[in-house]
């Protein structure tokens, strides 16, 4: 498989990737009635979008108040080296706790940036526990409690 990037995508791939990330339960029909396309050539394109790794994947997304998660915190981890050791055991164990949702590697003070998201700050306090303060290599942990969310994109705007 040759290499896929953005200049590989064409003014109709950006309307499927805009449309898909509006409603990623549109059928093939009514994407490909909204950028003017066969179902069957839309379908080609979409298919080749996937392969390609452009379309990552399709989920349906949580109310978190309604699923009791609706509180998010922040995690700043520093570690206690950057050897590529502590750096692989750290983010081998992160990937493993079930409530983490998200972990970064950063550039600056801290090492990662993980978020949770918690129902209250005593499920907060089960997953430092049970799962923050036991990760290896582990020397400061800062968590920092979301008061609301502000501003939350899911899609990415293309440019076309």
């Known amino acids: 498989m040759t290499a896929f990037n953005t200049a590989d995508l064409d003014s109709t791939d950006m309307r499927i990737l805009d449309t898909l990330q509006a409603d990623g339960r549109i059928t093939n029909q009514d994407l490909a009635d909204k950028v003017n396309l066969s179902p069957s050539a839309c379908l080609r394109r979409v298919r080749r979008?996937?392969?390609?790794?452009?379309?990552?994947?399709?989920?349906?997304?949580?109310?978190?108040?309604?699923?009791?998660?609706?509180?998010?915190?922040?995690?700043?981890?520093?570690?206690?080296?950057?050897?590529?050791?502590?750096?692989?055991?750290?983010?081998?164990?992160?990937?493993?706790?079930?409530?983490?949702?998200?972990c970064y590697l950063m550039a600056g003070e801290a090492d990662y940036l993980v978020r949770v998201a918690v129902s209250s700050a005593e499920d907060y306090e089960r997953i430092h526990k049970s799962y923050l303060s036991r990760l290896p290599g582990v020397a400061r942990i800062r968590s920092i409690f979301a008061m609301r969310a502000v501003c939350k994109k899911q899609g990415f705007v293309l440019e076309t």
């Open 49 to 102: 979008l996937e392969v390609h790794g452009v379309i990552d994947g399709y989920v349906a997304l949580l109310n978190p108040a309604a699923v009791g998660r609706s509180s998010n915190i922040f995690i700043e981890i520093t570690l206690s080296s950057q050897s590529e050791a502590v750096l692989d055991a750290f983010e081998h164990a992160i990937a493993e706790i079930p409530d983490v949702m998200e």
